[in-house]
Each structure stands twice: as C-alpha cells, then as structure tokens.
Nanobody, 124 residues
Framework: QEKLVESGGGLVQPGGSLKLSCVAS????????MGWFRRPPGKASELVAA????????YYTDAVKGRFTITRDNDLNTLYLEMNDLRPEDTALYSC?????????????????WGQGTLVNVSS
C-alpha cells in the first residue's frame, strides 16, 4: 500500500527557513514524479513545486520561485522541500503527493496519492 509521510513543519519567524521531508513506501518511488501541495487556512490547495522521477526537471509556482527548492533522493525514497525567506503567506498545511508517471503535471488530479501533511506556520 502506498504511503507518504511528511515531517519538518513547525512555527518559524518571517525570513526563516524550514526543510520538509516526505518518506515514501509501498511503491516504486524512483519511477514517479512527485509534488508538494499546500493548503492555506480557508483556501484551496495549490501545487507549490513538482519534480520528475529522475530529477531532471522541476516546477515552482511563481509565489515561491527563488525561495523554495524541491529535491529528491531516490535511494532513500525521500522527497524534500527546502523553504527559505519564509513569509506569513506561506502558512499552510504542506502535503506531498505522487504522480502517475515519470513526468510531473500541473494538474492536481494527476497526483492521486497524498500524505497527511505537515503544518507550516510563519509568524512573529
């Protein structure tokens, strides 16, 4: 059974940094694209970043370009999201999700399996 478990969230001051991790099990992690989504309080989920199965290409939503970095370690079955210069508007539940093939998609329905998420709260 596919399982995705996120960690690394917490309370951080504006301008601070966090690194999220997502450990995958129960499927061949190295042949699927992966994505990080976030759901701010009272708002819909949005795709924040995505990466191909072999990490040769990645995507970032405009709001996080230059501040967030998505990486993966296929030997460890782990996806990461390094977040720098955090802002209050980055406050959200962050979830990782697995794609349906090796190339990432911008369509949320292309990520059928999601983890439970980890909370990120950017506040002074």
């Amino acid at each position: 059974q596919e399982k995705l478990v996120e960690s690394g969230g917490g309370l951080v001051q504006p301008g601070g940094s966090l690194k999220l991790s997502c450990v995958a099990s129960g499927f061949n992690f190295d042949i699927y694209a992966m994505g990080w989504f976030r759901r701010p309080p009272g708002k819909a989920s949005e795709l924040v970043a995505a990466i191909n199965s072999n990490a040769d290409n990645s995507y970032y939503t405009d709001a996080v370009k230059g501040r967030f970095t998505i990486t993966r370690d296929n030997d460890l079955n782990t996806l990461y999201l390094e977040m720098n210069d955090l802002r209050p508007e980055d406050t959200a539940l962050y979830s990782c999700a697995s794609g349906q093939g090796p190339l990432f998609s911008l369509a949320p329905h292309s990520y059928p399996n999601w983890g439970q998420g980890t909370l990120v709260n950017v506040s002074s």
